[in-house]
């Protein structure tokens, strides 16, 4: 029988913790405000965006695969994409998309909470929160999204990482854009992508002593990569793995998940020792070196599945700076249950860090602007991982600094290098079966 407490939202006792909670301090990123600027980028950019929430679904092909059309639109605006290229990538992207499908029903204030975690009411949860976002709010969406994050009923923050993530990455980009057209759309995908791992956070029950701890995510990666507990389990990497892991091998998993110790460093500046920033740039670091470090110099073998480690760290990133410190935690530990389990699903790459050269010659001069030129010449710029694979290694290193060029020789190293995704079971018949 669950614990009584595994009702009780971890983001509702959070509500009672102690004053000053463990937070990560960061400064907000830039904004790309293209609603009120007059320059020609910005209006395509704001009229396309437009047009793909009114005329394409947020899912489609049995309501698993996920429309990328604001990823893609965004970053390559990012990159400078002029008007005639963000035409070209919204073109590229609708040639995928579908047209919104009927809802089974309507959604009101009275029947929101029913409607929580099924995809068919993709289309009436659009309407809902653009009504309330009108009748409500006034138009402020800054308003309107955090009434239902923090519900105190049925709060959408506590499974952000459902559905591979979307959920967080979308928000990510409202905040980035201050787009009441994505916010809307992003607390839609919350809705419509709330699942089961909301129960890790949730349930107090998840959460137990681990029998090996560290702060460094990317230790923890080495340490899992090599551990003889999971070799065997599954046959060949896919994202079918990933079911069966949190089906019949859910107690390793949480020996990893709960291994990530968050205790604010001892020292700790400001804050009365609740500054736990250090650990979120271990992360970042981590992610980098899961995406990059894990392919082979030279095989160009970077992973559709493992690049959302990457883009879900940026997206807690952006997050962050905008969301009470009280739920910081868990953000983070939501990133790393998601980022562990596709690891494991795709058997644990070895992680090597040993190409990353400090000698400036492997650079032979090529500095940000090559990548981003270079990404957005390419034949896969139509492609939203593949250009935000680039903007996001951008962002870690103006995050934190890029000691010895190393974010920046991982972005020249794959503009370089890269020929398509490895993806493995990426449109099989098992992955569009079942989606986490």
């Known amino acids: 029988?669950?614990?009584?407490?595994?009702?009780?939202?971890?983001?509702?006792?959070?509500?009672?913790?102690?004053?000053?909670?463990?937070?990560?301090?960061?400064?907000?990123?830039?904004?790309?405000?293209?609603?009120?600027?007059?320059?020609?980028?910005?209006?395509?950019?704001?009229?396309?965006l437009r047009a793909n929430h009114v005329n394409h679904a947020l899912l489609y092909r049995n309501l698993q695969f996920d429309n990328h059309m604001v990823y893609a639109l965004c970053t390559a605006y990012q990159l400078g994409a002029g008007p005639e290229q963000l035409h070209y990538v919204y073109n590229e992207e609708a040639k995928l998309l579908l047209p919104w499908p009927d809802s089974p029903g309507q959604i009101a204030e009275d029947n929101w909470v029913d409607c929580v975690g099924d995809k068919h009411y993709q289309r009436a949860f659009i309407d809902f929160f653009e009504d309330e976002l009108a009748l409500k709010h006034a138009y402020d969406w800054r308003k309107m999204v955090p009434e239902f994050l923090f519900h105190p009923e049925r709060p959408l923050v506590s499974c952000l990482v459902g559905?591979?993530?979307?959920?967080?990455?979308?928000?990510?980009?409202?905040?980035?854009?201050?787009?009441?057209?994505?916010?809307?759309?992003?607390?839609?995908?919350?809705?419509?992508?709330?699942?089961?791992?909301?129960?890790?956070?949730?349930?107090?029950?998840?959460?137990?002593?681990?029998?090996?701890?560290?702060?460094?995510?990317?230790?923890?990666?080495?340490?899992?990569?090599?551990?003889?507990?999971?070799?065997?389990?599954?046959?060949?990497?896919?994202?079918?793995?990933?079911?069966?892991?949190?089906?019949?091998?859910?107690?390793l998993?949480?020996?990893?998940?709960?291994?990530?110790?968050?205790?604010?460093?001892?020292?700790?500046?400001?804050?009365?020792?609740?500054?736990?920033?250090?650990?979120?740039?271990?992360?970042?670091?981590?992610?980098?070196?899961?995406?990059?470090?894990?392919?082979?110099?030279?095989?160009?073998?970077?992973?559709?599945?493992?690049?959302?480690?990457?883009?879900?760290?940026?997206?807690?990133?952006?997050?962050?700076?905008?969301?009470?410190?009280?739920?910081?935690?868990?953000?983070?530990?939501?990133?790393?249950?998601?980022?562990?389990?596709?690891?494991?699903?795709?058997?644990?790459?070895?992680?090597?860090?040993?190409?990353?050269?400090?000698?400036?010659?492997?650079?032979?001069?090529?500095?940000?602007?090559?990548?981003e030129k270079k990404a957005m010449a390419s034949e896969w710029r139509g492609d939203a991982h593949y250009i935000k694979t680039v903007w996001m290694l951008r962002g870690a290193a103006t995050t934190w600094g890029d000691e010895n060029n190393r974010y920046l020789a991982g972005a020249v190293r794959f503009v370089d290098e890269f020929k398509g995704w490895v993806d493995p079971g990426y449109g099989s018949k098992e992955f569009v079966e079942w989606d986490i």
Do not use: C
């Open 1 to 48: 029988m669950a614990s009584i407490l595994s009702y009780l939202p971890l983001v509702n006792r959070l509500l009672a913790a102690p004053s000053e909670p463990p937070a990560v301090k960061l400064t907000p990123v830039e904004v790309f405000n293209v609603e009120t600027n007059p320059d020609k980028r910005a209006r395509t950019l704001k009229h396309l």
């Open 163 to 251: 559905g591979l993530g979307h959920p967080l990455i979308h928000l990510a980009y409202a905040y980035e854009f201050d787009s009441r057209t994505i916010a809307v759309e992003a607390i839609t995908q919350a809705a419509i992508q709330h699942n089961f791992l909301h129960r890790y956070t949730d349930d107090p029950s998840y959460t137990r002593p681990s029998p090996f701890s560290s702060s460094s995510p990317r230790d923890l990666f080495q340490k899992l990569s090599h551990d003889t507990r999971f070799d065997g389990l599954f046959g060949t990497p896919g994202w079918r793995n990933v079911k069966a892991l949190f089906d019949h091998h859910e107690d």
């Open 253 to 371: 998993l949480l020996d990893y998940w709960n291994a990530w110790d968050l205790t604010p460093p001892q020292g700790a500046a400001s804050g009365g020792g609740n500054d736990i920033t250090a650990h979120f740039r271990a992360a970042q670091s981590a992610a980098f070196s899961v995406v990059i470090a894990s392919a082979a110099p030279g095989t160009a073998a970077y992973n559709l599945f493992l690049v959302h480690i990457l883009t879900t760290s940026h997206a807690v990133r952006i997050l962050l700076p905008h969301i009470p410190a009280r739920y910081h935690v868990l953000l983070l530990r939501q990133w790393w249950l998601l980022a562990l389990a596709v690891y494991i699903g795709m058997l644990r790459p070895k992680i090597n860090d040993d190409w990353i050269p400090s000698e400036p010659e492997y650079l032979e001069g090529k500095g940000w602007e090559y990548a």
